[in-house]
């Protein structure tokens, strides 16, 4: 009996054959203590630059451009109340 490589949908539709072309992930900023998703597509190319915490502005990721990255804010930061 043959058996055939695994092959998700997903590997289908963008013509890969091996590997997981995403790749995904949880990232916490280490200043304000927001929550981000973060997923990587190892099959595109991305653009150069950085991504910053949406709420404080912390640096939490450098892209070189040799893949896709995406962030999406899932958990706000505590809310801190200002001192009177």
């Known amino acids: 009996m043959a058996t055939w490589p695994r092959v998700d949908a997903f590997s289908q539709k963008t013509g890969q054959k091996t590997g ?9 900023c280490p200043a304000c203590g927001a929550g981000f998703r ?15 915490c949406l709420a404080c502005g912390q640096l939490l ?6 893949k896709l990255i995406a962030y999406r804010l899932t958990v706000q930061p505590p809310v801190r109340s200002s001192p009177v």
């Open 20 to 28: 997981n072309p995403m790749k995904k992930g949880d990232i916490t």
């Open 38 to 52: 973060r997923i990587e597509l190892s099959f595109e190319r991305g653009t150069n630059g950085e991504y910053r």
């Open 61 to 66: 990721e450098i892209f070189d451009g040799s």
